[in-house]
C-alpha cells in the first residue's frame, strides 16, 4: 500500500460540532485529494491541494475547509457538523499529474 | 470544470461474457484517464489508464479505448469472472491536476 493513512477511521458526531479528519502520508507526494462517497454519487471531490498552503475547491465544498501546512497532512474540517454530511471520506495522494492517484483506507463519519 | 458522465449505473454479466461501461467528459483540456475498480468496503484501486495521446490500452483481460474528438472513453473486460464483480469508477484529469470522477457502475457477474 501507498504510504497513506486517514485518522480517525470511524466517527460519530452531533450535529452543530466541529470535526477534523486527517489525510497523512509519507510518500512526499505533491498532490492530495478529499474525496466524498455517497450512494448514487460516486466520488465527489470536496478540496484538494497541489503543494503546501495551495488548496482549491471541488464541486462540493460547502461546508468543508481544509489546510496543509505540510507536505504530508492534508486536514478536512467540518466547522459545523450537518447530517447531510454524513458519509464516507477517502484521500488521495499522487506524486505527478496524470499519475495513479492511490486512496486511503476511508473514514466513515455519522453525523446525529 | 470538469464533469465525467458514467453507463450503466448497474451491470449484471454471465460469467464468461465481456463487460462494456461507457464514460463522457466535458473538458476538452482532459488528458488523462484512469480506471478504478472499488470492492465491497475497500478503498479504490487503479486497474487500468490512458493518455490522450493513445486510442486504446490493453492489459490482459482489460481493455481501454479513448475517443478525443467525441470525448468518450469505454473500460472492457473480457471473459468476466466472478472477482471482477465490484464497482468500477472512470475518471477525467483537466487542468491543475484535478481528478474528476463519474458515478460508478456496479458490476455483478453471475456464475
Known amino acids: 500500500d501507498a504510504g497513506i493513512t486517514q485518522s480517525p477511521r470511524h466517527k460519530v458526531t452531533e450535529t452543530g460540532t466541529p470535526v477534523t479528519l486527517r489525510c497523512h502520508q509519507t510518500?512526499?507526494?505533491?498532490?492530495m485529494y478529499w474525496y466524498r462517497q455517497d450512494p448514487g454519487h460516486g466520488l465527489r471531490l470536496i478540496h484538494y491541494?497541489?503543494?503546501?498552503?495551495?488548496?482549491d475547491k471541488g464541486e462540493v465544498s460547502d461546508g468543508y475547509s481544509v489546510s496543509r501546512s505540510k507536505t504530508e497532512d492534508f486536514l478536512l474540517t467540518l466547522e459545523s457538523a450537518t447530517s447531510s454530511q454524513t458519509s464516507v471520506y477517502f484521500c488521495a495522494i499522487n506524486g505527478q499529474k496524470n499519475t495513479e492517484a492511490f486512496f486511503g483506507q476511508g473514514t466513515r463519519l455519522t453525523v446525529v | 470544470g470538469e464533469n465525467v458522465e458514467q453507463h450503466p449505473s448497474t451491470l449484471s454479466v454471465q460469467e464468461g461474457d465481456s463487460a462494456v461501461i461507457k464514460c463522457t467528459y466535458s473538458?476538452?483540456?482532459?488528458?488523462?484517464f484512469p480506471w478504478y475498480k472499488q470492492e465491497l468496503g475497500k478503498r479504490p484501486q487503479l486497474i487500468i489508464d490512458?493518455?490522450?495521446?493513445?486510442g486504446e490500452k490493453k492489459d490482459q483481460r482489460i481493455a481501454v479505448t479513448l475517443n478525443k474528438t467525441a470525448k468518450h472513453f469505454s473500460l472492457h473486460i473480457t471473459e468476466t469472472q466472478p472477482e471482477d464483480s465490484a464497482v468500477y469508477f472512470c475518471a477525467a484529469t483537466a487542468a491543475g491536476n484535478k481528478l474528476t470522477f463519474g458515478g460508478g457502475t456496479r458490476v455483478l457477474v453471475k456464475p
Open positions: 473538458d476538452s483540456a482532459s488528458n488523462y
Open positions: 510518500e512526499n507526494h505533491r498532490y
Open positions: 490512458i493518455r490522450s495521446n493513445v
Open positions: 491541494s497541489y503543494g503546501v498552503k495551495d488548496t
